[in-house]
């Protein structure tokens, strides 16, 4: 079995020691321009020159949950494309989204200057019901974050192409839906991934 890694902007040497560690009877290597045909190709934003001439490949394994790199390429329908859904990044998205949540609900920042000028100012405390919290897209990542933010009792609206049903959310889905949805969310956390479906979604006559 012989396995390409072809990672753009990523040092290679420590993806070419795991791997030959876990598959020792594999034989793996970096690509360069005509390299050996091989069976399976580990990928990030590899070139479309890769695939053209890599005509023997079974898969591509994808070492990031996003498609976007991937769908600007010609790839074989007999290719099969393994991605990341997780891998740790859920928990990780949920902690970076609550921060920013909490410093705009908690106004922080008016805290921080007031501080910074050693003054005191009162601050009415805001309430959780009137901030509901948009999720854009209901994937893997898009459901722990809409779940994690509902665990903070933040009213939470949920949209997605497909109609979904995630526990703690209020669903919307599909081009009639998205209005209503970002109609009734204060906050708005973007987690499509960029795809001819979804680029510009967002724009001055959606917002």
């Not at 580990?42 to 769908?71: C, H, I, R, S, Y």
């Not at 099969?80 to 998205?93: F, K, S």
């Not at 959780?128 to 459901?143: D, E, F, K, N, W």
């Amino acid at each position: 079995m012989k396995i390409l890694n072809c990672q753009s902007d990523t040092k290679t040497e420590p993806w070419l020691q795991g791997l030959r560690e876990a598959l020792p009877g594999a034989e793996v290597i970096d690509w360069t321009p005509g390299a050996p045909l091989a069976d399976y190709a580990v990928v990030w934003a590899p070139p479309q020159q890769m695939l053209d001439e890599q005509t023997q490949l079974k898969a591509l394994f994808n070492t990031g949950a996003g498609v976007d790199k991937l769908m600007a390429l010609n790839i074989r329908p007999e290719v099969a494309v393994v991605r990341l859904e997780d891998a740790g990044m859920g928990v990780q998205m949920v902690e970076y989204v609550l921060h920013a949540v909490t410093r705009h609900f908690r106004e922080l920042g008016a805290y921080e200057q007031a501080q910074a000028e050693a003054r005191w100012a009162y601050r009415k405390p805001l309430r959780r019901s009137a901030y509901p919290i948009g999720v854009l897209g209901l994937g893997v990542l898009g459901q722990q974050v809409a779940q994690g933010l509902a665990a903070f009792q933040y009213p939470i609206n949920g949209w997605s192409r497909t109609p979904r049903d995630v526990p703690g959310v209020r669903c919307f889905h599909g081009d009639p839906g998205l209005q209503a949805f970002l109609a009734a969310s204060r906050f708005l956390v973007c987690l499509l991934p960029l795809t001819p479906d979804t680029e510009g979604l967002l724009n001055r006559e959606t917002l």
